[in-house]
């Protein structure tokens, strides 16, 4: 299949995405809470909507959208829908990816291929190869340079493109 590299979308563009889908005016609140959730991925932010109207969650007052009263704390976890296809995807990578991007969700948003080796306790060289494969397909993460550690490893340094791919695995 073609993977498609989505771009992401300002803040303004998820705004006027919201107020179409609503279908008036929506307050800041609400759209800063859509685009954070969904850090301007369009098919996170679809997903974060939708599950937003299903689940009433979002009011109408004074004139605007807006979200219920104490929603923000609800709405941590991911929607179903979203979630359920995220695992799809992690399930669809070969076995030792898998391992490393789990691995790579405990150490952080950010990590280095070192902690990641130490955590799975894979060869370093075997996590970096792997991390390597990822980023250059766009997968769940990004490369964000290289870090010199005291003892001269070198180890890659890697982000999770998405928090929410971090909260799936």
């Known amino acids: ?16 995405y919201v107020a179409g889908r609503l279908g008036g ?6 759209a800063a ?24 969650l979002v009011v109408r007052h004074k004139g605007e959208w ?15 829908g979203l979630r359920q296809m995220l695992v799809r995807r992690i399930e669809a990578l070969p076995p030792q990816a898998r391992q490393v991007l789990e691995a790579a969700s405990v150490v952080g948003e950010e990590f ?14 075997d996590v970096e190869a792997q991390c390597e494969t990822l980023a250059a397909q766009h997968h769940f993460i990004q490369d964000v340079g290289l870090t010199a550690w ?12 998405h928090a929410l791919y971090q909260q799936a695995l």
């Not at 005291?150 to 493109?161: A, S, T």
């Open 25 to 30: 005016p929506v307050a800041i609140s609400l």
């Open 66 to 80: 807006t979200l219920r009263e104490g929603v923000e704390a609800e709405v941590t976890s991911l929607p179903e």
């Open 33 to 56: 809470f859509v685009y954070e959730r969904a850090e301007g991925n369009a098919l996170f932010m679809v997903n974060i909507v939708e599950h937003l109207v299903q689940q009433g």
């Open 150 to 161: 005291p003892d001269e490893i070198n180890g890659g340094c890697y982000r999770f493109l």
């Open 112 to 125: 280095t291929a070192t902690a990641v080796a130490a955590g799975a306790q894979c060869p370093m060289e």
């Open 1 to 16: 299949g073609v993977e498609l590299r989505l771009e992401f979308l300002p803040a303004e563009d998820v705004a006027a």
